[in-house]
């Protein structure tokens, strides 16, 4: 069995890049989705924890666990997806700070 290539290009990956945009744009997205920003509170709330955790690795198992169950795929619905993601990106910025 070959082994397969890997093939970049380069332009397309900067399109891409562009496209997704910064995390600062993806949070403002949401913001406007969700209309306000979460609270801590609030976003221990939606990823069903009591208190912030102490790791990011703790931090990102609940975010696991509740996006499982939030995520369109799954049957769950695009809003609840995104009040998660954005209740993980707020916790997240505050263990780093």
């Known amino acids: 069995m070959k082994p397969k290539k890997k093939f970049i290009d380069?332009?397309?990956?900067?399109?891409?890049?562009?496209?997704?945009?910064?995390?600062?744009?993806?949070?403002?997205?949401?913001?406007?989705?969700?209309?306000?920003a979460l609270s801590v509170d609030e976003s221990l709330a939606v990823l069903g924890l009591d208190v912030l955790p102490k790791t990011h690795q703790e931090l990102k198992k609940a975010y696991r666990k509740a996006i499982m169950k939030a995520h369109p795929d799954k049957g769950g619905s695009a809003e609840?997806?995104?009040?998660?993601?954005?209740?993980?990106?707020?916790?997240?910025?505050?263990?780093?700070g």
């Open 10 to 36: 380069l332009n397309s990956y900067k399109r891409y890049e562009g496209e997704r945009g910064s995390p600062e744009s993806w949070k403002a997205k949401v913001e406007k989705l969700l209309g306000r």
């Open 80 to 96: 609840e997806a995104a009040r998660i993601n954005q209740a993980y990106t707020d916790l997240s910025l505050k263990l780093r």
